[in-house]
């Protein structure tokens, strides 16, 4: 298995582009979930997703739209890319119906906004 | 919402000794709580996690321990190595799955030889 894999790496965007942050798991995991951290702090929740078709809210979602068609894909969408957004965004998956709790995080991408 | 705090930011022990490294949550609903080890530039790795049904957990040179009453857990390392060395993140999570996930500030340690 590939695990958690993020594409791209790095991304240098101006400010006003858009763009997309690719993640795809192949572990048949229910849940996704979305994380930006920046310099020097812990990781913070911006959206997740308890399955296909369903998407919620985390602690700093202004800015970012998600979407989860399937369940192994859950892209992240920056409509009008800010400054704010400088940072390394990792996205991770747990499989609910093994009872594990255990987060697999992807490599994460490097985004520096001009 | 959650939040979690931890102490201290930056710790500094001798090879050989013991680091501890506190957090402390304030959703009493909080029921899994992870710690996670980052190297520079890497994704953040899970060591050790506990749930809010055990109070104390052990695998080899690390443990953590966890105080409900109080809304705080431990993470012990005992015969540090320069291995060690890294940025340690603790977490809260009141999901059924461990997901969505509250972090800590962390805590860089590092270990002399």
């Known amino acids: 298995n590939a695990g958690v894999t993020q594409t791209p790496k790095f991304q240098v965007l101006k400010t006003g582009q858009s763009m997309t942050l690719q993640c795809a798991q192949d572990?048949?995991?229910?849940?996704m979930s979305w994380y930006r951290q920046d310099p020097g702090m812990g990781l913070r929740l911006i959206h997740y997703s308890v399955g296909a078709g369903i998407t919620d809210q985390g602690e700093v979602p202004n800015g970012y739209n998600v979407s989860r068609s399937t369940t192994e894909d859950f892209p992240l969408r920056l409509l009008s890319a800010a400054p704010s957004q400088t940072s390394v965004y990792f996205c991770?998956?747990?499989?609910?119906?093994?009872?594990?709790?255990?987060?697999?995080f992807g490599p994460g991408t490097r985004l520096t906004v001009t | 919402g959650e939040n979690v705090e931890q102490h201290p930011s930056t710790l500094s022990v001798q090879e050989g000794d013991s680091a501890v490294i506190k957090c402390t949550y304030s959703?009493?609903?909080?029921?899994?709580f992870p710690w996670y080890k980052q190297e520079l530039g890497k994704r953040p790795q899970l060591i050790i996690d506990?749930?809010?049904?055990?109070g104390e957990k052990k695998d080899q040179r690390i443990a953590v321990t966890l105080n409900k009453t109080a809304k705080h857990f431990s993470l012990h390392i005992t015969e540090t190595q320069p291995e060690d060395s890294a940025v340690y993140f603790c977490a809260a999570s009141t999901s059924d799955a461990g997901n969505m996930l509250t972090f800590g500030g962390g805590t860089r340690l590092m270990v002399k030889p």
């Open positions: 506990i749930r809010s049904n055990v």
């Open positions: 959703d009493s609903a909080s029921n899994y």
């Open positions: 991770a998956s747990s499989d609910r119906a093994s009872g594990r709790y255990e987060q697999y």
């Open positions: 572990m048949n995991h229910e849940y």
